[in-house]
């Protein structure tokens, strides 16, 4: 049986909610998608989750919450994470950390999912190995799933690009996040997995990142800081919607999702 697995990449602020409860139920529909991960560790005006915007996005059809480094600067979501929301924080983070880097959902079907988050070393805050951290993953899971999503939320792209090779035949698909600008290398790898460096953000088009231009603009051209406000105006949906075996947890192919709204 093939699933079909919607990654949508990281939802900025107020518009990107906005874009994915416009569109997530209806493409889920259209597509006959069984389930849908999202990355939304910027959701709470640009910086962070709380569990309130965490159960809107689940009532907009998303399944599954991703994070990243921003994941703490809503202290409120640990109380969620500790009550067993299907949001994942970094799997290598050091022992002690709250929640789990490691989440497990079961589709309609009845067909159990892993997704894992790992934050990425090259360019950001020192943290534990990634690669040693979803190796040790891999082991606890010990075959209870053959479909594992991988997310690798990371500045660098060769960091993305050797993970997505260490997991190669290992798991279902390994997609990327962090940067808000979607990539076009999206294939499956010789052993299997599917792969995309970067899955690109889901929030105002005409910005910096999701910011607000002329506030990007002025710290760059001055040096001085400046307050980068989440950017109005028309939005955009970035993702992969990738099909995998659910018997050999191989994937079967991906296809980049990119839709507009004003």
């Not at 697995?5 to 069984?34: H, M, N, Q, T, W």
């Not at 640009?46 to 907009?60: H, K, N, Q, Y």
């Not at 979607?182 to 997995?193: H, I, N, P, Y």
């Amino acid at each position: 049986m093939l699933l079909k697995i919607l990654c949508i990449g990281d939802i900025v602020g107020s518009p990107g909610r906005k874009i994915v409860k416009k569109f997530v139920p209806a493409f889920r529909a259209e597509k006959s998608i069984d389930l849908v991960i999202a990355n939304a560790e910027n959701a709470a005006g640009g910086s962070g989750l709380t569990p309130d915007l965490a159960r809107s996005l689940f009532s907009a059809g998303v399944d599954v919450l991703t994070t990243g480094d921003h994941v703490w600067r809503k202290r409120e979501i640990i109380s969620a994470m500790e009550k067993g929301l299907p949001i994942v924080r970094p799997e290598n983070c050091p022992a002690g950390v709250p929640g789990k880097g490691v989440v497990l959902v079961t589709t309609d079907q009845g067909l159990e999912v892993a997704v894992i988050l790992l934050l990425g070393r090259v360019f950001l805050k020192p943290i534990d190995c990634p690669f040693k951290a979803v190796d040790r993953a891999l082991d606890r899971l010990g075959g209870r799933t053959r479909v594992i999503i991988v997310d690798m939320h990371a500045e660098a792209t060769s960091e993305k690009i050797a993970m997505g090779y260490h997991l190669d035949s290992r798991v279902s698909a390994m997609v990327g996040t962090h940067t808000h600008v979607a990539t076009a290398d999206e294939r499956v790898l010789e052993g299997g997995s599917a792969y995309i460096t970067d899955l690109g953000m889901t929030g105002p088009s005409n910005s910096v990142l999701g910011r607000k231009i002329e506030k990007v603009l002025y710290n760059f051209t001055t040096g001085l800081p400046a307050a980068f406000d989440v950017a109005s105006g028309p939005t955009m949906l970035n993702g992969a919607l990738i099909e995998v075996d659910s018997e050999t947890g191989q994937a079967a192919g991906i296809e980049r999702v990119h839709f507009e709204a004003s």
